[in-house]
């Protein structure tokens, strides 16, 4: 499989599938590799991945009218993470420019499976996945998983299910 053929995502953990071609256009952003990022040889460390897969999810978010955090009338709704994985190919550097696609690959009653693509030019660097719960969130209270609200589902699903 090609990189110009769709969007990979990793669906479990000995395959990586192929989005449909029909999928809508990922969300794009871009981040530079800080020396922060980096480990001694100057090579971003595996962890740093997923702080920016998180930095774009709240992009996306944020493009949709959405937040990791938000109030309603019952209270405040946020989303912990439950799974996360990302599988690397090829070294991300310091100073390199990585653009980050991410696509809503999954919308369920309760969650939201992100897919994202790292990428320096054209080389595909890694991919990834997160999945997060909806959750109503309560003073001294673990998180408590609800639907997705209709007029959060509605947003999410214009973001590219």
């Known amino acids: 499989m090609s990189p110009t053929h769709g969007f990979?995502?990793?669906?479990?953990?000995?395959?990586?599938?192929?989005?449909?071609?029909?999928?809508?256009?990922?969300?794009?952003?871009?981040?530079?590799?800080?020396?922060?990022?980096?480990?001694?040889?100057?090579?971003?460390?595996?962890?740093?991945?997923?702080?920016?897969?998180?930095q774009a999810e709240h992009e996306l978010l944020r493009s949709l009218g959405l937040s990791v955090v938000m109030h309603d009338a019952?209270?405040?709704?946020?989303?912990?993470?439950?799974?996360?994985?990302?599988?690397?190919?090829?070294a991300a550097r310091f100073e390199d420019v990585l653009t980050i696609e991410v696509r809503i690959a999954r919308l369920g009653t309760k969650s939201v499976t992100y897919a994202y693509r790292f990428l320096r030019a054209d080389e595909e660097l890694a991919i990834g996945e997160i999945t997060a719960v909806c959750c109503r969130m309560i003073d001294h209270a673990p998180p408590q998983s609800i639907e997705i609200p209709a007029s959060i589902r509605e947003k999410l699903a214009r973001g590219g299910v």
């Open 8 to 54: 990979f995502y990793a669906r479990d953990s000995h395959l990586i599938l192929e989005c449909p071609p029909t999928m809508s256009p990922p969300f794009v952003t871009t981040r530079r590799v800080e020396f922060c990022q980096t480990d001694a040889a100057g090579i971003m460390h595996f962890a740093a991945f997923f702080e920016l897969m998180e």
């Open 74 to 90: 019952a209270g405040t709704i946020s989303w912990p993470r439950v799974a996360a994985r990302c599988d690397y190919r090829s």
